[in-house]
C-alpha cells in the first residue's frame, strides 16, 4: 500500500512570510572578508596575556571508535568519548579549537581503533598541529564482553566503561594512565551474621586507575581484562546478563559463601593491582547501592609502589 502526501488547502502565509513574522530580516550589507587568509586570527595573536593557562580544549566529543579485546568479541566497534586540550603559554591568545577535531577526522578516515600506541602518535602529533610543546588525550568507553551463564553456558553481553588517558610533553614524554569501571554483586556480612534466615545483598560498582609501567606491552596483555578479574574474582558474585535457574542457584550460594563488605573490596582488588608488575601506581574505589538503605557505601585506597610500601 503506498502512502500518498498531500497538501491540506490552508490560508497560511508563505513560508519566507512566516519567518519574518517572526523575526527573520533581509541580509544586510557584509565588508569583513570571506577568503581565510584576509581574516584575522585573534587566538593566534602574541602580548602579554597576564598568566599562561594549564589547560585548554575542548570535551565531550563522541566519535566511533574500533576496540581490540582478548575477550570475544575480540573486535568491537563502540563510541568514544573524547577531551583533548593543551597549556597555553603567557604570549598566546589561545588555542586553534578546530584542530582538534581536525585530528580526530584524520586518524578516523580509515577507522579509529583505540589503543595507548595509536593514542600516543595521536597525541605528539597534536601538540605538533596547535604548535604547543604538549597535548592531552583521554577517551572513554564502553567495553563489551561475552559472559556465560555458570551452569546453563547461556551467553549475554556484559560491559564495562574504560578509559586511556594520553599526556604528552616534548621535555618528559609520555604519562600514560588507564581505568575501568566494572559492576560487581556483594553480600553483606554482617547481615549474614545476624540474620536467621538470609543476608541482603547489594550491586556494586567498583572503579580502577592506574599507571602503568614504561615496558608495558599492550600487545602481550589486555589491561581491561586484568582490571575487570581484579574488581570480580574479589566480589561476593559476578555480573550475568542471562541467568536460568540452575544459574541463580550457583551465583546466590557464592555469594553467601563470600560476603564482602565495602572495604574488603577496596582492599581484595588492592592486593591484586599491587600484585600486577605492570601497574606502578593505582587507585580503587567501589560504591555500593545498598538494598536495604537509602545510602550507597563507599571506599577508596590510593597507593604508590614507587614511594609506599606495605608493613
Same mark, same amino acid.
Given at each position: 500500500?503506498?502512502?500518498?502526501?498531500?497538501?491540506?488547502?490552508?490560508?497560511?502565509?508563505?513560508? +519566507?512570510?512566516?519567518?519574518?513574522? %517572526? /523575526?527573520?530580516?533581509?541580509?544586510?550589507?557584509?565588508? @569583513?572578508?570571506?577568503?581565510?587568509?584576509?581574516?584575522?586570527?585573534?587566538?593566534?595573536? @602574541?602580548?602579554?596575556?597576564? *598568566?599562561?593557562?594549564?589547560?585548554?580544549?575542548?570535551?565531550?566529543?563522541?566519535?566511533?571508535?574500533?576496540?581490540?579485546?582478548?575477550?570475544?568479541?575480540? +573486535?568491537?566497534?563502540?563510541?568514544?568519548? *573524547?577531551?583533548?586540550?593543551?597549556?597555553?603559554?603567557?604570549?598566546?591568545?589561545?588555542?586553534?579549537?578546530?584542530?582538534?577535531? +581536525?585530528?580526530?577526522?584524520?586518524?578516523?578516515?580509515?577507522?579509529?581503533?583505540? #589503543?595507548?600506541?595509536?593514542?600516543?602518535? %595521536?597525541?605528539? +602529533?597534536?601538540?605538533?598541529?596547535?604548535?604547543?610543546?604538549?597535548? %592531552?588525550?583521554?577517551?572513554?568507553?564502553?567495553?563489551?564482553?561475552?559472559?556465560?551463564?555458570?551452569?546453563?553456558?547461556?551467553?549475554?553481553?556484559?560491559?564495562?566503561?574504560?578509559?586511556?588517558?594520553?599526556?604528552?610533553?616534548?621535555?618528559?614524554?609520555? #604519562?600514560?594512565?588507564?581505568?575501568?569501571?566494572?559492576?560487581?554483586?556483594?553480600?553483606?556480612? $554482617?547481615?549474614?551474621?545476624?540474620?536467621?534466615?538470609?543476608?541482603?545483598?547489594?550491586?556494586?560498582?567498583?572503579?580502577?586507575?592506574?599507571?602503568?609501567?614504561?615496558?608495558?606491552?599492550?600487545?602481550?596483555?589486555?589491561?581491561?581484562?586484568?582490571?575487570?578479574?581484579?574488581?570480580?574474582?574479589?566480589?561476593?558474585?559476578?555480573?550475568?546478563?542471562?541467568? @536460568?535457574?540452575?544459574?541463580?542457584?550457583?551465583?546466590?550460594?557464592?555469594?553467601?559463601?563470600?560476603?564482602?563488605?565495602?572495604? #574488603?573490596?577496596?582492599?581484595?582488588?588492592?592486593?591484586?593491582?599491587?600484585?600486577?608488575?605492570?601497574?606502578?601506581?593505582?587507585?580503587?574505589? $567501589?560504591?555500593?547501592?545498598?538494598?536495604?538503605?537509602?545510602? #550507597?557505601?563507599?571506599?577508596?585506597?590510593?597507593?604508590?609502589?614507587?614511594?609506599?610500601?606495605? /608493613?
Amino acid at each position: 500500500m503506498h502512502n500518498t502526501y498531500k497538501q491540506q488547502s490552508t490560508s497560511l502565509p508563505t513560508k +519566507e512570510e512566516r519567518h519574518k513574522l %517572526f /523575526g527573520s530580516v533581509d541580509p544586510g550589507p557584509k565588508y @569583513k572578508p570571506t577568503d581565510k587568509s584576509e581574516m584575522p586570527d585573534l587566538q593566534n595573536s @602574541k602580548q602579554d596575556f597576564l *598568566f599562561s593557562i594549564d589547560v585548554v580544549g575542548i570535551n565531550n566529543v563522541k566519535h566511533p571508535i574500533k576496540v581490540n579485546s582478548s575477550l570475544t568479541p575480540h +573486535e568491537q566497534t563502540t563510541i568514544g568519548t *573524547f577531551t583533548f586540550s593543551s597549556s597555553v603559554a603567557r604570549g598566546s591568545k589561545g588555542t586553534n579549537m578546530s584542530r582538534f577535531t +581536525e585530528q580526530l577526522t584524520k586518524y578516523s578516515e580509515n577507522g579509529f581503533t583505540v #589503543d595507548m600506541e595509536t593514542l600516543k602518535e %595521536f597525541t605528539q +602529533e597534536l601538540a605538533g598541529r596547535l604548535k604547543q610543546n604538549d597535548a %592531552f588525550v583521554q577517551v572513554e568507553f564502553p567495553w563489551f564482553f561475552e559472559r556465560k551463564g555458570p551452569s546453563s553456558e547461556l551467553a549475554g553481553m556484559n560491559h564495562a566503561d574504560a578509559y586511556i588517558t594520553v599526556s604528552y610533553s616534548a621535555d618528559t614524554g609520555f #604519562d600514560i594512565e588507564a581505568g575501568l569501571t566494572g559492576k560487581i554483586t556483594t553480600l553483606c556480612p $554482617c547481615s549474614k551474621e545476624i540474620s536467621e534466615y538470609s543476608a541482603h545483598n547489594q550491586r556494586g560498582n567498583v572503579s580502577m586507575s592506574v599507571e602503568l609501567s614504561d615496558d608495558f606491552d599492550e600487545t602481550t596483555m589486555d589491561w581491561k581484562e586484568a582490571l575487570l578479574e581484579a574488581a570480580e574474582s574479589n566480589a561476593s558474585a559476578r555480573i550475568h546478563p542471562v541467568l @536460568k535457574r540452575p544459574d541463580e542457584k550457583m551465583v546466590t550460594e557464592q555469594a553467601y559463601e563470600n560476603p564482602r563488605f565495602v572495604e #574488603d573490596m577496596v582492599r581484595l582488588v588492592a592486593a591484586d593491582l599491587y600484585e600486577y608488575t605492570f601497574v606502578e601506581a593505582f587507585e580503587v574505589s $567501589c560504591q555500593n547501592e545498598e538494598s536495604i538503605h537509602l545510602h #550507597d557505601a563507599i571506599a577508596t585506597i590510593s597507593f604508590d609502589k614507587r614511594i609506599d610500601e606495605l /608493613g
